[in-house]
């Protein structure tokens, strides 16, 4: 198993240089460049083999939380051989990671809506989720076959129909009811969003959570984001100066 305790997650966080208090519990990552610098397929291959080296970093770092955009459901628009090769791919990249997430106490989530996934990846999610439940390290929030409008739709139906059947008052209705319905329920909202591939924008990735996230955007391409970037986009965020909406007290 690999070494998780606090004894090693501070000696981890001490040789990127950042304090306890300075690193984001939540990290969202939305992996942008696969098809550029590439062909597609071997893109989407070599994203695919990076996101081992990021999880095992994140949790090895002591995130709570790291969510990753994987596919929309605007995605499914792509050529249709696109689409077939990154199901292949998230397919074999779930039953061939369920060991390292073993080993590094990892618990999955999947985000999105199960209809129109593939049987074949619906099987490894649920396989995987049941291989780690007993887990109780990183959640790694895969995002698959998302869109946060429609996650919020959907969290907005789960509590109707809570209040058509009794079970919910209309008037009890709050920020903490809706959290508790979509699909991150029970997991920490982002501290900070990363994009990758130089673009601005959140492309309808957990507009929800993120109301207060850090936004960094790199230039590095997805499989070229290694260990290295990711510690220079921790600094960054370390850098920030976080007021939640309050007043700007930096200068007190």
């Known amino acids: 198993m690999a070494d998780l305790s606090p004894q090693a997650i501070a000696k981890a966080r001490e040789a990127v240089g950042i304090p306890d208090e300075r690193f984001p519990r939540s990290v969202a990552i939305i992996m942008d460049g696969n098809g550029r610098g590439l062909k597609r397929s071997a893109g989407h291959k070599a994203g695919a083999e990076n996101v081992r080296k990021i999880v095992m970093e994140s949790a090895r770092l002591g995130i709570e939380a790291l969510s990753l955009y994987s596919f929309s459901i605007e995605n499914w628009s792509r050529p249709r051989d696109e689409v077939n090769t990154l199901m292949h791919l998230y397919a074999e990249y779930l039953a061939g990671e369920r060991p390292t997430a073993v080993e590094y106490n990892v ?128 600094r960054i965020y370390a850098q920030r100066h976080r007021r939640f909406g309050g007043v700007d007290d930096s200068n007190v």
Not at 170 to 187: M, Q
Request: charged fraction near 30%; proline fraction near 4%.
């Open 107 to 234: 618990r999955l989530r999947h985000l999105g809506r199960r209809e129109g996934l593939p049987g074949a990846v619906l099987r490894e999610l649920d396989e995987s989720a049941r291989v780690t439940a007993g887990n109780t390290g990183m959640y790694l929030c895969l995002a698959l076959n998302y869109s946060s409008r429609a996650e919020i739709v959907d969290a907005l139906r789960r509590i109707t129909e809570r209040a058509k059947e009794g079970a919910l008052e209309p008037s009890k209705i709050d920020e903490s009811t809706i959290s508790g319905s979509l699909d991150t329920a029970g997991v920490p909202d982002p501290d900070l969003l990363v994009r990758t591939s130089g673009e601005m924008r959140v492309s309808n990735f957990m507009l929800w959570q993120i109301s207060y996230a850090e936004l960094v955007a790199t230039d590095v391409y997805w499989p070229d984001f290694d260990e290295a970037e990711y510690h220079r986009v921790l």
